[in-house]
């Protein structure tokens, strides 16, 4: 029979049983963390009219979305989970209850060109706060909170950098440089890579200013913000909304470090007042792992009903990749089998009631009934890394005493079924 | 500003938080299961080269399937989770551990046309033993004890259908009928909806073994089968395979119904041996809510590596649809907070100090800190249905007692906040 070559798509990742756990667990870890903060569940389709994904979007975006017919229908892969929940909000909007609060975990697409092991599908997880109209800053530092409650459940570090998308657009208007807007926050964007010589000498380029700005962008302290001289009503309102914001974080006290940083731009425009992103420590050098910012309008491609909102988004897939690149994740389990139980001898219908009794005592286990010999039981278990083996011979059946084995320590309990389970619990 | 229509694909589901908790939690009790049994987690692209996905497929799938080109790429989204598997289990062939136990639960994509309110996007929760060369008979045993195991912990009530595919193809064999077999089938496939009398009616315009055929698939029992007069090797082998499995089931138990019954037929052609299939009972009419079987070599389309396996697969979206178009659903809560933490007066930083307590110890919780009035704040915490309340104003922080309101009775406990946090955790 002739054979098709298995292979997978470039940029779809696929895991082996190992990883694909440690991948679940952060998976589960994040959702626990968003559960445990109230937030209601959302999962939308992966298929959108194109016409709805592509509303507001244009560009850089629409030239990576998979888009395609099918029927009649011009269909779009989401390419994130803020267009579709923008789109959501304005179906359900006289459902929803508000202040409406979400999560989603899911899968988005970008067809990027992968040279630099970019990934095409991967996982975001979101969270979103909208209200009608006027939406609290309060729900901005919940979103910092959130972020840093994941890293703490995900026990990594991170810094989280936080600014207004006022204060540059604020002092910008000040030096009269709003045309060049565009242009300067490119050069900005850069300079986390470039460093400060590099973009000063680029902003020279295009305005007098450019000592200011990169003064201005220097800023690492509300304070220092507070004195700074530049007259403008929307850099104003700016520095009072990161006033008020790095006020309410001393009362959420999130765990992992929330600083003021002028130099995160953000690239998506409709941003229009806190933005922050979130760098993993501990790296050579710190990746962004996460980041969102607030939105005044999210759903106005839509609806008339104006929906203001904040929102974070942590780049799961990318998180995993880079954490396995650099040897930072330890890979033990491949299933989750928790006890493996070996018969030994003509005594599988016995192992079948052991383990019907460890399930419903939640313990994961399975019966190695395959037909091969004892030896290869065992070292099925052993590979697979169960962490517990129960042999069950003529002479654990009558004595009612099994051998709880530890396959780390080597380590045999001998007791009743039920203190086992104790210790299994444990 | 011009709007676009908020709208979403025909056959896409779509739920407001409600029905998209209780979805959910369906979802996370099958997957318990499945980690309960011990199986390997996996999870694979929704996009596959069209190629691979399609190396065995044909005809009537190939015309359901939503397959596009991207760059040099001929694209298909997967329509089960089955050929992924076998594409998986070729890549990963030297790595896996043998028997390999998986479960994968993912949204699948059929164009289908979507007169009968069939889905086009839904979820499978499939799981699969594979083994290199034989695969233990205990491994279908296993499908079925595990797919009762999902059925009990949903809390409906299935009647498990079980057949094997060499019962009637050796039957037909005996009968010299093997030409005209896929007419046979045909017909016997659709007996529970039209009936003995018109199956009689239509298997005797092609066979004089009409009255035989019928008689065999109304068989009931294993002992009724093995009296059968039909001397052929390979239906022997199925009443041997048959006989053997529901002794295995008499020891593993499952708690739904299982029963032989040679009416079903299973339309994919892969299967080989054991085939079955899940009613959910207590509508007007059974609904096929899962089913599956055994099939000789998974993998054959991408690797000589023979790998038999038995697979079962749940439709859940289909299940929560029928559930809920029959209203057996319950719709409550609308997101994942047990309490709501109201501020009276200027209390908001004491009610985040206790938010965070409450979190330490694991009860989901939310601060209504909106710039709303107390009343509007109350509303909200009824409308979405969150089960506690906590009010607190000065005369709570200075007594440190406070009052825990079940919104459900309206009775309200008074107490430390530690005692209140182990009557929230019961």
Do not use: W
């Amino acid at each position: 029979m002739q054979k098709t070559k298995a292979r997978t798509l470039a940029g779809f990742m696929e895991l082996e049983p190992s990883k694909q756990i440690v991948f679940n667990n952060m998976k589960e870890k994040i959702k626990s963390v968003f559960e445990l903060n109230g937030l209601s569940p959302m999962d939308t389709p992966i298929l959108e009219y194109s016409e709805v994904l592509l509303a507001k979007a244009g560009g850089e975006t629409e030239k990576q979305i998979y888009r395609f017919t099918k029927g009649e229908n011009d269909i779009c892969m989401r390419f994130d989970l803020t267009v579709p929940f923008a789109k959501y909000s304005a179906i359900f909007e006289n459902q929803l209850i508000f202040p409406f609060k979400r999560y989603q975990i899911g899968k988005v697409y970008r067809g990027e060109r992968t040279q630099k092991g970019r990934l095409r599908e991967f996982y975001q997880c979101d969270m979103d706060i909208i209200d009608e109209g006027e939406l609290s800053i309060y729900a901005d530092a919940e979103c910092l909170s959130v972020l840093s409650q994941i890293f703490e459940s995900l026990d990594y570090y991170i810094k989280i950098r936080v600014s207004n998308r006022k204060l540059l657009s604020g002092a910008l208007s000040f030096y009269n440089l709003q045309e060049k807007s565009a242009e300067i926050l490119n050069i900005l964007d850069k300079q986390d890579k470039i460093g400060p010589e590099k973009t000063l000498e680029e902003l020279s380029k295009i305005t007098t200013k450019s000592n200011e700005i990169l003064h201005l962008t220097a800023i690492d302290s509300v304070e220092k913000l507070q004195k700074i001289d530049i007259n403008n009503e929307v850099f104003n309102q700016g520095v009072e909304e990161i006033n008020e914001l790095f006020n309410i974080l001393k009362i959420l006290k999130p765990k992992n470090e929330v600083v003021l940083d002028l130099r995160i731009i953000r690239g998506l425009d409709y941003y229009t007042g806190t933005i922050f992103e979130a760098n993993l420590l501990g790296l050579c050098e710190p990746i962004s792992v996460g980041g969102g910012g607030r939105y005044d309008n999210l759903a106005e491609n839509y609806t008339n009903k104006k929906l203001a909102g904040v929102g974070v988004s942590i780049g799961l897939s990318r998180l995993f990749d880079v954490l396995d690149k650099n040897n930072l994740l330890k890979f033990t389990n491949t299933s989750f089998s928790k006890v493996a139980i070996i018969p030994l001898g003509d005594t599988l219908n016995h192992c079948f009631e052991l383990s019907r009794v460890l399930k419903n005592n939640n313990v994961s286990n399975e019966v190695l009934y395959f037909n091969k010999s004892f030896k290869n039981k065992l070292n099925y278990a052993n590979r697979k890394k169960v962490p517990y083996i129960i042999v069950v011979g003529e002479k654990e059946i009558k004595a009612q005493i099994y051998g709880l084995k530890n396959m780390e320590t080597g380590k045999v309990i001998e007791d009743k079924l039920e203190n086992l389970i104790k210790i299994l619990k444990e």
